[in-house]
């Protein structure tokens, strides 16, 4: 079945860089774009971020834009995303999810926690 | 602030059935056939409910519909039932492969 797994959250200072990744399985990732979506505390979904099934294009959120990077390893089957230069209101649950039909996500995984404090 | 709008709440009882909207503007919602729902229960990854407006995945009960008339979308819940309390938020694809969600609304079965 499909399975998408979020790593890398955790706390970080403000500034500072984070990886996370999403390792994907039951599924060929290589014929699928994916995107990241966050959800702060308390709030509503926002995309941050869209990478194509060959990582050929990637567009972003004008919050991130310039300082988060999406990208992937199809031999891997992982999607990353480099966040640079964190602000405090970059901390949310992080979601990597499979876009089908270039429109709609039908499989997402279950989130990853990043809180950017001092 | 989104460029979507969406009721905060949504309230109804047990078989009852209630209607959440999703407003834009042509550039989200209007121009496209391309708005999205999803379920979220609490700590909960999000679910796709509907599609292309009015397209269910396999798996989503029919209990669940979608619709659009000019700049809104709209997603019915006929028979309410005590599971489909969670959030529920619209979404729209636009051009340049860029998401918008809405804010979000809360339905809470009495």
């Known amino acids: 079945q499909v399975q998408l797994v979020e790593s890398g959250g955790g706390v970080v200072q403000p500034g500072r860089p984070l990886r996370l990744s999403c390792a994907a399985s039951?599924?060929?990732?290589?014929?699928?774009?994916m995107y990241w979506v966050r959800q702060a505390p308390g709030k509503g979904l926002e995309w941050v971020a869209f990478?194509?099934?060959?990582?050929?294009?990637?567009y972003y959120a004008d919050s991130v834009k310039g300082r988060f990077t999406i990208s992937r390893d199809n031999s891997k089957n992982t999607v990353y995303l480099q966040m640079n230069s964190l602000r405090s209101e970059d901390t949310a649950v992080y979601y990597c999810a499979r876009i089908v039909g270039t429109t709609r996500a039908d499989h997402w995984g279950q989130g990853t926690l990043v809180s950017v404090s001092s | 602030q989104s460029a979507l709008t969406q009721p905060a709440s949504v309230s109804g009882s047990p078989g009852q059935s209630i209607t959440i909207s999703c407003t834009g503007t042509?550039?989200?919602?209007?121009?496209?056939?391309?708005v999205s729902w999803y379920q979220q229960h609490p700590g909960k990854a999000p679910k796709l409910m509907i599609y292309d407006v009015s397209k269910r995945p396999s798996g989503v009960s029919n209990r669940f519909s979608g619709s659009k008339s000019g700049n809104t979308a709209s997603l019915t819940i006929s028979g309410l039932q005590a599971e489909d309390e969670a959030d529920y938020y619209c979404s729209s694809y636009t051009s340049g492969s860029t998401y918008v969600f809405g804010p979000g609304t809360k339905v809470t079965v009495l």
């Open positions: 039951g599924f060929t990732l290589s014929s699928y774009a």
């Open positions: 042509s550039s989200y919602v209007g121009g496209y056939h391309y």
């Open positions: 990478i194509s099934f060959d990582g050929s294009n990637k």
